[in-house]
């Protein structure tokens, strides 16, 4: 990762960047204060959903080491494809050093665009699942509920943004809302792109799910970049 202008780059201590959802925001925005951790080389996965044949399941990454003072946060990681490729193996190397900094790392599953029974609107609803899910394992998991993140590279960035972008039916359920943002190249505005407009086919326009064009003043997600750095 490359520093950023003006920050100096030390060999003991990672540098991460960090977005916030201003309208989660509590005080300074030092959410995720955590400590090096070894953290496991394979993931446990744990069934979300089922729906009809096929299982969408999160690959759990679980610190090793003890759980100290405050609970920790999680990360829930999505992988790209453009949403229609792609498996939540893509996201091992970047669970493993976030899980190593301390974090409960998930490396979410959604359904993959078809042109035919999925479309990147299943996707958005899937997206919601882990999050979801953290919240409602965070005491068996030693998770603060606070203090979850979400992160999304090109097309799956779009899905990470949109479960705080977009109203959906589960919005009286177990809150999918993120605490912290971070998009690597996000796809923020799709309405030129023929490519989600072939993968929607005739059940959606994209400019009705495109985030530029639909992000409400109430949603309106305000990027924070910070420079944290944690010491062992």
Known sequence: MDTPEGASRST???????ARVDGNARGPSRLFSIHLDCGPKTPEAQLIRRVGATELKSHV?????????????AIVLLHGGGWNAGSPEWTYDDAKRYVGLGMVTI??????????????LEAMADARDPVRWVRQNAKDL??????????????????????AAFPH?????????????????????IVDDHWPQMLLGAHAE????????????????TLDLQVYRWSP
Do not use: W
């Open 206 to 221: 994209a400019k009705d799910i495109s985030l530029a064009e639909n992000i409400k003043k109430q949603h309106e997600l």
């Open 142 to 163: 030693a998770i603060d509920p606070h203090r979850i993140a979400i992160y999304g590279v090109c097309a799956e960035g779009h899905l990470a943004a949109a479960a």
């Open 169 to 189: 039916q589960e919005e009286n359920e177990l809150i999918a809302v993120y605490d912290a943002l971070m998009l690597v190249s996000p796809a923020a505005s």
């Open 12 to 18: 003991s201590s990672p540098i991460i960047p960090s």
């Open 107 to 120: 490396a979410g599953e959604y359904r993959l665009s078809d042109q035919k029974n999925s479309t990147p």
């Open 61 to 73: 990454f679980i610190p090793t080491g003890p759980v100290q003072g405050n609970l920790r946060p």
